[in-house]
Every structure is written in C-alpha cells, then in structure tokens.
C-alpha cells in the first residue's frame, strides 16, 4: 500500500513555519532580521517546529550518541521509519566582533554523505536533510562556504555549489558573491547533479520566494 513520504510531511510543515515566521518578522529591516537570526534563534527552534506537527511519535534525537558520537538525525518517527538530519544558517562573531564567522563546510558534507548513504541502502522518501535560514543576507555564502580559497570572495567550489540547484551564478567566472536564487525553480522537485558522482538519486526542494522571511531547502 501506497503512504506519504516524508518530502510530502515536510512540505506542508516548512509552509506552515515560513507562514509563521512571516506573520512574526515580515515587517523588520532586514539588518534587524540578521539580529534576531542570529543571536535569537539556534538549530534547536527549527528542530522543534519541524517536529511538532509528528507530536507524540517524534523522537527528538539531538544529543544522542552511538559510541560516543553523535547519530545522524535529529528527528526520528519510528512508526513512519523517518530519519531527518536538520542544520540551521547562522552566523556568529569572528575575531574582528562582527557576525561573519560561519560552521564549516564538513559539517554539510557528512550530513549529505550521510542522506545519500541512507538512499542507497534503499531508505528513499525515507529520510531527509533540512537547511534552513532567515532570508537577511545577500548572498547565501554569507553562510556557507562555497568558495575554493580563502578571501572574503573566493571563486566558487563547483562540487560545493552542485549541492545548491536552486542558485544561478549572475558573473562568469563566479564568485561566491555571486550567487543569486533562482525562485523560478521553488516548490519543484529538483534532482542533484553532483561531480564524482553517478546517479545520487537526491532530490531537493527549495521552499520560500523573495518577500519569504525565511526559506528552506528539503533533500531526499
């Protein structure tokens, strides 16, 4: 018998959040929304709303280790079998006392090594990674580091950006300030075509648009 999968879940929910979030921050400058996202929200209060809507059968697995280590989710609905790894865009304060410290870039490639690992081992719609982020900054590299060098403005790493279908470089060759959305492809099922690797067999959802407070970007 046929059952929703968990793209399907987190669809609806993501809406619900940005909606949400929406009602609460929409008329805030944008340099005070940078404010409340990164000093007033933390990974933990997406988690918690992505989680709601699953109420008694969620499982919130942030803390848990498997020898030691860190599991590799942070929701579990054991009755649906859903796996879902979840990471915040945030930044917080360099050396210098401003806001452009950022997690690194192996902190993402294990979380979608992990999800391709699960899909095929045959778990797809089975398991998801979420990103989420306040829609405050210029250029989401402002949060990620898609460069390949050091600099405030390196040339994109290809195999980084791969990762992104739903960014459209603006200059050739591409800096990583230049990189823009492309919110013609939001709310539509995008594939992964990444370098090195044959057929990931990885979806992506980009969720939100340009007067959106905040978007997320759903992969399975």
Known sequence: MKEPSINQYLLSTCLFIID??????????????????DDKFNEMDITVRLGYPF????????????GGSKVNH??????????IEIKYLKNWKCNSGTNSASKTWSEYQKDF???????NKGYKYKRAFVIGWFNCVDSISQYL?????????????????????FLRKTKSPTHTSDLAYNYER???????????????????LFLGNQDDVFHFAVYY
Request: charged content about 25%; glycine content about 6%.
């Open 145 to 165: 580091q898609l460069g390949s060098g050091a600099g405030s403005h390196p040339l994109i790493n290809e195999a980084r950006v791969a990762y992104f279908p």
């Open 113 to 119: 090594d992990w999800l391709i690992e699960e899909i």
């Open 186 to 204: 939001a709310y539509s099922e995008l594939s992964l075509d990444l370098i090195g690797e044959t057929n990931p067999n990885c979806n992506c």
């Open 55 to 66: 109420k008694q059968m969620v499982h919130y697995t942030v803390g848990d280790g498997k």
């Open 20 to 37: 949400e979030l929406n009602e609460q921050y929409s008329n805030l400058s944008r340099e005070k929304l940078k404010t409340i996202a």
């Open 74 to 83: 942070d929701l579990y609905v054991e009755s649906k079998d859903f796996k």
